[in-house]
């Protein structure tokens, strides 16, 4: 689920907060964005300091532990032969997904 783009320099999200939080526990940000839209109604001031303080806490796990960069991995030789030959003859069989 993770991409390539920091969340702050989308031009989707505000400061990426829910976007990152989603990210890292799995869900869907806008769950996220809902809740706090609900509980905004209620407590404004207290939603905002919360928002921030969940920002601060992204920011603070974001520079501890920053994202591995996922290593590209090389096709195998037989797939990539069986793929390229025209021969009928040359199928490779591959396990069927369920």
């Known amino acids: 689920m993770m991409s390539g783009v920091d969340v702050l320099n989308r031009h989707d999200t505000f400061l990426g907060i829910c976007e990152a939080i989603?990210?890292?526990?799995g869900?869907?940000?806008?769950w996220l964005r809902a809740l706090?839209?609900?509980?905004l109604l209620f407590g404004p001031g207290l939603v905002i300091a919360l928002y921030l303080a969940l920002g601060l806490l992204v920011a603070a796990s974001r520079w501890l532990f920053p994202p591995r960069a996922v290593e590209a991995v090389d096709a195998s030789p037989r797939l990539c032969a069986a793929l390229?030959?025209?021969d009928d003859d040359r199928r490779l069989d591959l396990p069927i997904a369920a």
Request: net charge negative.
């Open 84 to 86: 390229s030959s025209n």
């Open 27 to 30: 869900f869907h940000p806008d």
């Open 22 to 25: 989603g990210q890292d526990f």
């Open 36 to 39: 706090l839209s609900l509980a």
